[in-house]
């Protein structure tokens, strides 16, 4: 074949090959700007809000260290001081660390389940400094390693909080794995059934912005039944079991109110104006709460004591905290000026007539708290009462009903979770020091040190 006909031949079968290939190339031109516009469109975090975020977390540690120890510190006696501040030191370190080994994955690993995540991000698996968590906002996103840090502090306090209940008389070791177990078996269910698409009480639609039931709800009533089974303190009734310092109680219920607005606010996830409703509501209930609880001590006792006040501290934030991003502030003020009339029934009538000893009231203040946080908040996202209303077709009374649901599936599910792990702990470690060394304190028996020194 000579050259010409075979560059003509070429010619030929170029071109149509050209002519073949010419949609192809088309689309793919087409194609490569859809696939960039595609990366561009995927959500990127904001600095704004990773930042708020950062801060928020941080805060919640401060509430447990030093905030939870020195509140429940000042509230024992001076033997004892130490030994609630490594509780709750301990407690709150084991629980991170079963949190990124399993914890967020039984919490928030992705599964369909109703009642737990499942396991897909155990060790977190999957998480990279890229992989991000979806917030309340369609197209607003946060840094997955943001989103667990958060959820860990959260997870840390609330077995800690249980530790004011049965303070002064359990062995370290027994709090320490009950923590760890109730963690396990109650705390990261209820916070898959509250917070997750997937759970069971998210699916009702029932309100908990922040943690009324997960959090308070769950820690109060599994602090009245480790204080019923743990037993009473020795010598109490009889001997003289004051605070040891108001002060400390003082700066410790301090610090928790300002860790507390990283509580509430960052559950908005975003620094955005949910998340001003909330820290807004954080102030003003707080101090209803406070107002409140000075004036029923006025009424009954004729004084209003700093241990009032700093009680009422506690349950305004306690009640508050399901409805912080929910409810508009007179809602809030109202339900600060409720709630501590009833946790001061609880803690001085209801405790005295039934005679358990839950040393720092945890279930009076938390679990009533609490309670009162969870239905109120059914009441007063009410658009009509300055709320941010419901959902599409949700009247105040269904709302109130999903509430109720809510807290009694926590009950049921912590009641008899607790109940379980306090006898299994029981077995294993035992639950109770020997009544010389409780006699002795458990600071120098437990830990070998002394908090004070004359």
């Known amino acids: 074949m000579s050259s010409f006909k075979l560059s003509t031949s070429l010619g030929r079968v170029g071109a149509a090959a050209a002519a073949l290939l010419a949609p192809a190339i088309a689309y793919a031109q087409e194609a490569a700007p859809a696939a960039a516009e595609a990366v561009a469109a995927a959500p990127v975090p904001n600095k704004g809000d990773t930042a708020f975020m950062f801060l928020c977390t941080i805060l919640v540690l401060f509430m447990l260290i030093p905030g939870l120890g020195l509140f429940y510190g000042g509230l024992v006696r001076a033997k004892n001081m130490l030994s609630v501040l490594m509780q709750c030191t301990v407690a709150g370190s084991a629980v991170m660390l079963i949190w990124v080994i399993y914890g967020y994955s039984f919490a928030f690993g992705g599964s369909t389940s109703p009642y737990w995540g499942g396991t897909a991000k155990m060790f977190l698996a999957g998480v990279t400094m890229d992989s991000t968590a979806a917030t309340f906002s369609d197209g607003v996103v946060i840094p997955e390693m943001i989103f667990i ?5 959260f997870a840390a306090i609330t077995p800690a909080l249980i530790v004011g ?3 002064e008389r359990i062995k370290f070791s027994a709090a320490i794995l009950f923590c760890v177990l109730w963690a396990t078996f109650v705390y990261f269910p209820i916070a898959h059934m509250v ?3 997937n759970g069971l009480i998210f699916g009702w639609g029932a309100l908990d912005f922040a943690g009324g039931t997960v959090v308070h709800i769950n820690a109060g009533v599994a602090g009245l039944i480790g204080a019923i089974m743990v037993g009473k303190r020795t010598g109490f009734g009889k001997d003289m079991m ?8 003082l700066v410790g ?4 109110w300002v860790g507390w607005f990283g509580f509430n606010a960052g559950s908005n996830l975003e620094a955005s104006g949910g998340a001003m409703l909330a820290t807004v509501n954080t102030f003003i209930a707080t101090a209803a ?5 000075s004036l029923v001590e006025t009424f009954t006792r004729g004084k209003a004591s700093m241990l009032g006040a700093a009680s009422g501290m506690i349950a305004g934030l306690v009640a508050i905290t399901p409805a912080a991003g929910i409810v508009g502030p007179m809602g809030a003020i109202v339900m600060g000026l409720i709630v501590s009339p009833l946790c001061y029934f609880f803690v001085s009538v ?5 005679g358990y000893d839950d040393t720092a009231d945890v279930f009076g203040v938390h679990g009533v708290g609490g309670l009162f946080g969870a239905l109120a908040t059914g009441i007063f996202a009410s658009s009509s009462l300055g709320g941010i209303g419901y959902a599409d077709g949700v009247t105040m009374g269904g709302q109130f009903m999903t509430q109720v649901y809510a807290v ?3 009950l049921v599910w912590c009641g008899i979770g607790s109940a379980i792990l306090y006898k299994i702990v029981d077995v294993i470690v035992g639950l109770r020091v020997p009544v010389e060394a409780e006699r002795e304190g458990l600071d120098l028996s437990s830990h070998g040190e002394a908090a004070y020194h004359s």
Do not use: E
């Not at 840090?149 to 502090?153: E, G, L, N, P, Y």
């Not at 709460?289 to 609880?293: E, K, P, T």
């Open 149 to 153: 840090m958060f959820q860990m502090t």
């Open 165 to 167: 209940a049965f303070a």
């Open 195 to 197: 917070w997750d698409a």
């Open 242 to 249: 004051a605070p040891h310092s108001m002060t400390l109680t």
């Open 253 to 256: 219920a301090a610090m928790l």
């Open 289 to 293: 709460a406070i107002i409140s609880w």
């Open 350 to 354: 209801v405790k005295n007539k039934f």
């Open 408 to 410: 009694l599936v926590t």
